[in-house]
């Protein structure tokens, strides 16, 4: 059995709570975050932690442990798992985060939950990286009670993804997970490293920290007894043995910045008794393919060690001498003294860690062990916009797994249909979607203009529709095809600068006139089609565009012809309209000047007398009589 080769694993053995770890005003890191997962609602356990329903982070599937009378609390008894009808791929995505540095707890269960008797292989990762790694079977411990592990990474923007990747077709599944802040500049190797634990214990006591008792960790770390780890105490005689001692006043420098160790780590230890020349020998579980990094805790809680040089020892690791010790020398009595080191190279399955004497008995407090896992490389920020915007305008279906990072890890599919490569500045781009005959029903986001390396767009025999984004035609694009969808409207000018040698557009409803660039690729030896579109023209084996008619619909002199005609109508109403104005001034308001009307009532005066005088004269010639006039 392999179960987690990738991680160390804290078993579940006692059934206590998640206990947060205190806070206090001059503590500034008192961001945390307790999901409950598989819950359906919030809830508060007796310490008053919140935890959290996760139904607002994630897909997937709900359940619960087949023998919940096992565990004491909600968020041990409920589990959210991913069935291969989720994909591949699933993620809690969570919000809201200021850069800096997390831990990263996750309790998992599986006690036959579904009835299979088959415990799940899958991966999980944090923000891109490949962090644990479960194997079937399961040890049976592990599989009925559950099982800690944690990590410190850091967030570089505003939130952080834990995915989980189905091998084969088997179902991830999770009980909780919890996010803590702490100290930006704590177990610091580099900016980008995670620290992942395969080992982390206090000596001369029992199992402590959140989920096994009260005690408290600023950082949520759980500390095994160190006999877990200890594979043996050799030396002169056979009759060496383990004193555990304790300190009968607290330990000064704990709980300090930026590691804030607790003080109950030094308030602790073990030593050897014997003859003389006995050592303290562990065993810690690594993987040799990484490096690791141990941090060492030690103080003197010994009185009978009242000077420099009544206690030195030496710590050799895999055989190296790494360090002599005189901890009264270095911080004097009941004062916490810590030292880290690297381990590189590494040749075997096991981490051998010897604390040899030089003066006196050798004592430890207690260590850690932290698997350096170097970042992998992520996909550019603005293509992971761009792909995000994708899936929810084409309606990516939850199947298709497209979920965190589209191409990281690397040793993950990348999203289905997606084809990423590196690139010379150690970056991921998109190279392929290929989403042909997928159901898709939306349309082209705008941001797909931002996939600067995409070589190949393949999204025929769906219904999408909406008009072709003019983002679409990068310089990279050497093949597109859009067939048998509801496209419309005019071709993207940005079609015509792409290296294209493959366009399908053929049965959709696009219009305008074809660039001469596009029909270009057919004379080139290159294929296209853009059969079935009835509004487009000017193609071989497309109608003649009308006169006025360009790629993009009416050319410029076609709208400058019909603006122009538009202007000169409007002219004509506007003259006409003014002529009619003036009509209607002239029928009511027709009245003359005041002279001219007494010159016309003078010339109606003698026109009246002519006219008697005209009728008499022809009366009397009638009877032939010829009137005189006298002269005066």
């Given at each position: 059995m392999t179960p987690f080769p990738f991680f160390f694993i804290i078993v579940f053995f006692c059934l206590f709570p998640f206990l947060p770890s205190s806070s206090s005003l001059h503590y500034p890191y008192n961001y945390s975050l307790h999901i409950d997962c598989g819950g359906l609602s919030n809830s508060t356990d007796i310490f008053n932690t919140t935890w959290v329903s996760d139904r607002y982070f994630t897909g997937g599937a709900i359940s619960v442990v087949s023998e919940p009378l096992h565990f004491q609390h909600s968020q041990e008894k409920t589990l959210r798992y991913f069935p291969i009808s989720s994909g591949k791929k699933n993620c809690y995505v969570i919000p809201n985060l200021s850069p800096g540095r997390y831990q990263l707890r996750t309790f998992t269960v599986y006690d036959n939950y579904d009835g299979k008797s088959h415990s799940p292989s899958f991966d999980v990762s944090i923000e891109g990286n490949v962090v644990f790694q479960w194997r079937s079977p399961w040890h049976e411990t592990i599989s009925r009670a559950g099982a800690y592990s944690d990590l410190f990474f850091t967030v570089s923007d505003d939130e952080a993804n834990v995915c989980f990747y189905s091998i084969a077709t088997d179902s991830p599944v999770i009980a909780s997970l919890e996010i803590t802040q702490i100290d930006p500049d704590s177990y610091l190797v580099n900016d980008t490293s995670i620290l992942v634990n395969y080992g982390r214990f206090s000596s001369g006591s029992d199992q402590w920290g959140p989920g096994f008792s009260n005690d408290t960790d600023r950082f949520g770390r759980s500390w095994q007894s160190d006999a877990d780890f200890r594979s043996k105490v050799a030396g002169k005689t056979t009759g060496a043995t383990v004193k555990a001692i304790s300190a009968i006043k607290n330990v000064i420098n704990v709980d300090r910045a930026p590691?804030?160790?607790?003080?109950?780590?030094?308030?602790?230890?073990?030593?050897?008794?014997?003859?003389?020349?006995?050592?303290?020998?562990?065993?810690?579980?690594?993987?040799?393919?990484?490096?690791?990094?141990?941090?060492?805790?030690?103080?003197?809680?010994?009185?009978?060690?009242?000077?420099?040089?009544?206690?030195?020892?030496?710590?050799?690791?895999?055989?190296?001498?790494?360090?002599?010790?005189?901890?009264?020398?270095?911080?004097?009595?009941?004062?916490?003294?810590?030292?880290?080191?690297?381990?590189?190279n590494l040749s075997s399955a096991e981490l051998s860690v010897r604390f040899v004497p030089v003066v006196g008995a050798p004592v430890i407090c207690g260590l850690e062990n932290y698997a350096i896992i170097p970042a992998d490389l992520k996909t550019l920020p603005a293509q992971v916009v761009a792909m995000k915007a994708l899936k929810e305008s084409l309606k990516v279906p939850d199947r298709m797994g497209w979920n965190g990072d589209p191409c990281a890890p690397t040793t993950w599919d990348a999203w289905e249909g997606v084809t990423c490569r590196s690139t010379t500045n150690g970056s991921l781009v998109i190279s392929q979607i290929d989403l042909g005959s997928q159901g898709l029903k939306g349309y082209i986001s705008d941001q797909i203009g931002l996939l600067s390396n995409l070589v190949s767009l393949n999204l025929s025999s769906n219904s999408l529709g909406g008009s072709l984004p003019?983002?679409?035609?990068?310089?990279?694009?050497?093949?597109?095809?859009?067939?048998?969808?509801?496209?419309?409207?005019?071709?993207?000018?940005?079609?015509?600068?792409?290296?294209?040698?493959?366009?399908?557009?053929?049965?959709?409803?696009?219009?305008?006139?074809?660039?001469?660039?596009?029909?270009?690729?057919?004379?080139?030896?290159?294929?296209?089609?853009?059969?079935?579109?009835?509004?487009?023209?000017?193609?071989?084996?497309?109608?003649?565009?009308?006169?006025?008619?360009?790629?993009?619909?009416?050319?410029?002199?076609?709208?400058?012809?019909?603006?122009?005609?538009?202007?000169?109508?409007?002219?004509?109403?506007?003259?006409?309209?003014?002529?009619?104005?003036?009509?209607?001034?002239?029928?009511?308001?027709?009245?003359?000047?005041?002279?001219?009307?007494?010159?016309?009532?003078?010339?109606?005066?003698?026109?009246?007398?002519?006219?008697?005088?005209?009728?008499?004269?022809?009366?009397?010639?009638?009877?032939?009589?010829?009137?005189?006039?006298?002269?005066?």
């Open positions: 590691n804030y160790f607790p003080l109950k780590l030094y308030q602790s230890a073990v030593t050897v008794i014997g003859e003389g020349g006995e050592f303290l020998e562990y065993q810690l579980p690594v993987d040799a393919k990484l490096d690791y990094l141990l941090w060492f805790h030690f103080a003197e809680i010994d009185v009978s060690v009242n000077k420099a040089g009544k206690r030195v020892f030496e710590i050799v690791v895999n055989g190296e001498n790494v360090s002599r010790v005189d901890i009264y020398k270095e911080v004097g009595s009941f004062a916490a003294y810590d030292f880290k080191y690297v381990v590189k003019w983002g679409l035609g990068q310089k990279s694009l050497v093949k597109l095809d859009l067939s048998n969808n509801k496209f419309t409207g005019p071709l993207p000018d940005s079609l015509d600068s792409s290296p294209l040698q493959i366009v399908f557009l053929n049965g959709n409803a696009l219009e305008g006139q074809v660039p001469e660039e596009l029909l270009s690729i057919g004379v080139h030896g290159g294929a296209i089609d853009l059969s079935g579109n009835k509004g487009l023209c000017g193609g071989p084996t497309l109608p003649d565009c009308p006169l006025f008619w360009s790629k993009n619909g009416l050319s410029t002199a076609g709208k400058v012809a019909i603006g122009l005609s538009c202007l000169v109508f409007i002219c004509v109403v506007l003259l006409v309209a003014y002529i009619c104005y003036k009509r209607r001034q002239n029928d009511y308001d027709f009245g003359l000047p005041h002279e001219m009307m007494s010159l016309a009532a003078k010339r109606n005066r003698y026109q009246r007398q002519k006219s008697l005088m005209t009728l008499e004269m022809e009366s009397q010639h009638a009877k032939g009589f010829i009137p005189t006039y006298n002269a005066t």
